[in-house]
């Protein structure tokens, strides 16, 4: 019985620091950057949730994997976009001045984000790479027999048609983190 109520303590403890951060890191946010504040919290926790799984820490699950990923999806693109509207600096906005200076570039990071967030849904059935549950490499980038390449239904990456539901989840997932950390690093202040 100690054991469980020590238990119980501890994850009743644990909610509340994390509850904690979260009200405190968006302390004194409104409108538009609490709005955002919320959809990137709501994309961290997905992350949060895939990123143990893409590395093999926890059980694989394609059902969870693609719920996450449409999380992800719904708060990436436009539905992102719209939420900084010129000059949205207000404290305690992480947003850097340069999305406003660089719109084209920031607005198509969150594009792909979009694609590869999709892109995540799609290869959810297919596993990891490492637990060997991918096809073929020739069959993923267009070799004999490939559909990668000029598949319809598929997305623009780097000027290739890429099939996302041929990947294995995790490099998708690799890719789309890649996406998130390009924007960050670019157009997000250092804590």
Request: proline share 3%.
């Amino acid at each position: 019985m100690k054991t469980e109520n020590l238990l119980l303590g501890a994850v009743v403890a644990s909610v509340l620091v994390v509850a904690s951060q979260s009200v405190f890191a968006h302390g004194g946010a409104t409108g538009v950057v609490k709005d955002r504040m919320d959809g990137m919290g709501v994309m961290k926790d997905a992350m949060k949730v895939l990123t143990p799984m893409m590395r093999g820490q926890v059980e694989y699950d394609a059902a969870v994997v693609r719920e996450h990923a449409e999380d992800i999806s719904h708060h990436a693109g436009e539905a992102l976009t719209r939420l900084f509207p010129e000059g949205s600096l207000d404290a305690p906005s992480e947003a850097k001045p340069e999305i406003w200076q660089d719109w084209a570039a920031f607005s198509a990071l969150a594009d792909q984000l979009r694609v590869m967030a999709d892109g995540l849904v799609d290869a959810s059935e297919n596993g990891l790479m490492m637990a060997g549950e991918t096809p073929a490499v020739g069959g993923m980038m267009g070799g004999q027999g490939g559909t990668m390449m000029g598949q319809q239904g598929g997305s623009m990456v780097s000027g290739s048609m890429m099939d996302y539901s041929q990947m294995p989840a995790d490099g998708v997932f690799t890719m789309m983190g890649q996406v998130c950390s390009a924007c960050h690093t670019r157009f997000r202040v250092e804590k």
